[in-house]
């Protein structure tokens, strides 16, 4: 089946259980015998001789089977383990052979699940995230187009307008001096026509001057022309010419028009990069999505999304526990009801209204030792007897597992496959929920001891341990198969961490009891925030624990009340 198949199917009203002539809802997975199975059909399983050791999951969290592939040199054997040493698959009588001797083997359907949900994961991260986030950056950038078109058009109007200003200002002084030529102009002609009208005077005068010297020159009597006075002709007068106006033509060029105008240059501000969603608050949508489709049937008000508050909330439920001095540690079971535990051994169960309905005298000197199974039962420590105890619905105390000559510290019931992990001097142990030990996990692949005291230890929702280890300082988490994936030591110079749980999200909320608060990581050991402080109200957070509703609680030193909060 493809990874779009296997969403498809995991999406539908319900698997078919694959028991033979079972056609009920096969909501649980064998991952021994690769098939699903019905409630009816699990509880067979588990209490047949033959499969009561098999590991049943809920079907979202099956692990993927094998592909069959024969052995090149043993062709009736299917290849099933993975030499470390080699670093080759190889079938079971590979392993057997001398060249193999001494070699350390993993089992190859193991590390193909864990490869097959690694390479889901990031699948899934293409499909969920990078995709949508790629094309709505995409949308983005489309708008951003439409934007500038529109703002560059814009710009051109405005260039455009100037333009036209620049030119009605250049004819408005090209009229005025058109207009100042005519004026110039009528002033030379009136000029010339006084010059002219003066020559008219004179030649006026010339003929009245030349009739004159006639009339003298006709006279007979030559006497009366000695006798007469004599004419004196009066000189030309004298005009000037004009002096027409030149013009000047104005001297400019380009670059002057371009300084007069406008002009459009790249802002020297540097771009702001594009806002890209952060990949945790997608996942973080994506696992809640997942998380409320599993428990749609059980919870039909689970219908949003889940996501981080921008603010932590204090919810009208406040518990005073009697009969503990300082809640330590907090459990709550199925029904909702608390197991509050302090540093003295007294372990409390509380009703809703905070009625004390028993108490046990447990190990003294230890932290976070009781767990609620997904059976509820109370399943609790004693480091004194090393071993491991649980309690009944109704109330029956039974020994449950002797841990031999390590002494349990914290426990933790899964909530994928009722694993119980349990958080030891220097290692951490898982057995079945049957009691039954299958997993050591003490170092890291260069061999360093990765835990010291862990006081307490949870399971994320992918399968990761997550202790906090009271002598190191250090939150540590390694995946389900005992692999480091990270540590976290605060972001002071000092801290020290307590209680820890993890939410539907795949948060991780870590006490620190140095700085009073309670910081929040995400799957990956990333700081997010400190949700809880003393500005809160806080004062020494010691126990934290997340309920089926996604609130949380939240236990103090020094007094014996336990706070509900909602930052979901």
């Known amino acids: ?5 296997d969403e498809q199917a995991a999406m539908q009203h319900y698997l078919v259980c694959g028991t033979e002539d079972c056609q009920k809802n096969g909501q649980f997975y064998c991952n021994a015998c690769h098939r699903p199975l019905c409630e009816q059909c699990r509880n067979k399983h588990e209490n047949t001789p033959n499969t009561r050791n098999h590991e049943i999951v809920l079907y979202r969290y099956r692990k993927q089977q094998l592909p069959l592939e024969k052995c090149q040199d043993h062709p009736t054997r299917n290849v099933d383990i993975f030499c470390r040493e080699c670093k080759t698959p190889i079938c079971s009588k590979c392993s057997t052979m001398k060249e193999h001797e001494g070699h350390k083997f993993d089992d190859l359907e193991d590390i193909y699940a864990e490869k097959y949900a690694l390479l889901q994961g990031e699948f899934k991260k293409i ?14 950038i489309e708008e951003d187009v439409k934007q500038i078109k529109k703002i560059m058009e814009s710009i051109r109007t405005s260039m455009k307008a100037e333009a036209k200003s620049l030119k009605n200002l250049v004819d408005e002084v090209t009229s005025e001096n058109v207009e100042h030529t005519h004026t110039m102009e009528k002033s030379l002609l009136e000029m010339l026509k ?24 006709s006279i007979t009597n030559h006497k009366l022309l000695f006798k007469s006075k004599t004419l004196k002709i009066q000189p030309i007068p004298e005009t000037t010419k004009p002096i027409p106006p030149v013009f000047t033509a104005g001297q400019f060029n380009k670059d002057d028009i371009k300084k007069l105008l406008g002009k459009v240059n790249f802002s020297n501000i540097d771009p702001a990069k594009r806002k890209i969603q952060p990949m945790e608050a997608v996942t973080a949508h994506m696992k809640s999505t997942e998380k409320q489709l599993e428990q749609s049937k059980e919870k039909s008000d689970m219908k949003q999304t889940l996501s981080l508050s921008s603010s932590v909330t204090k919810v009208c439920r406040e518990y005073s526990v009697p009969g503990v001095n300082k809640a330590c540690h907090v459990s709550v079971d199925k029904s909702g009801r608390l197991w509050v535990s302090d540093w003295s051994g007294n372990l409390v169960q509380t009703d809703l209204q905070g009625k004390q309905l028993q108490k046990i005298k447990a190990c003294t000197q230890s932290a976070g030792y009781h767990t609620a199974s997904q059976d509820g039962e109370l399943i609790y420590t004693d480091q004194d007897k090393k071993m ?10 039974t020994e449950f597992i002797k841990t031999g000559d390590w002494t349990p510290i914290s426990i933790h019931s899964s909530c994928i496959n009722g694993d119980i992990l349990v958080g030891m001097f220097r290692k951490v142990t898982r057995y079945s929920k049957t009691g039954k030990k299958i997993q050591n996990i003490q170092r890291d692949n260069k061999g360093q001891e990765l835990y010291s005291v862990p006081y307490y230890i949870t399971e994320n929702i992918n399968g990761d341990i997550c202790t906090s280890d009271y002598n190191k300082d250090t939150v540590v988490v390694v995946n389900k198969s005992g692999k480091h994936m990270f540590s976290y ?3 002071g110079s000092r801290f020290c961490p307590w209680g820890i749980c993890t939410d539907i999200l795949g948060h991780i909320l870590v006490c620190d009891i140095v700085n009073e608060s309670v910081h929040l990581l995400d799957q990956g050991g990333e ?12 004062k020494s957070p010691r126990a934290l624990c997340v309920d089926d509703e996604n609130n949380l609680y939240v236990g103090q030193d020094g007094t014996n009340i336990v706070t509900v909060y909602k930052y979901l």
Do not use: N
Request: aromatic residues 14%; charged residues 20%; without cysteine.
């Open 127 to 140: 499909q969920k995230y990078f995709l949508p986030t790629s094309q709505d950056l995409k949308t983005g």
């Open 527 to 538: 700081f997010l925030s400190v949700i809880l402080s003393p500005q809160q109200g806080i």
């Open 1 to 5: 089946m493809s990874e779009s198949s």
């Open 489 to 491: 030591t605060g972001q």
């Open 194 to 217: 006084s010059q002219e009208t003066t020559y008219d005077d004179y030649i006026t005068y010339l003929w009245k001057m030349s009739d004159q010297f006639q009339e003298y020159l």
């Open 388 to 397: 491991i105890y649980r309690i009944t619905p109704d109330r029956k105390i």
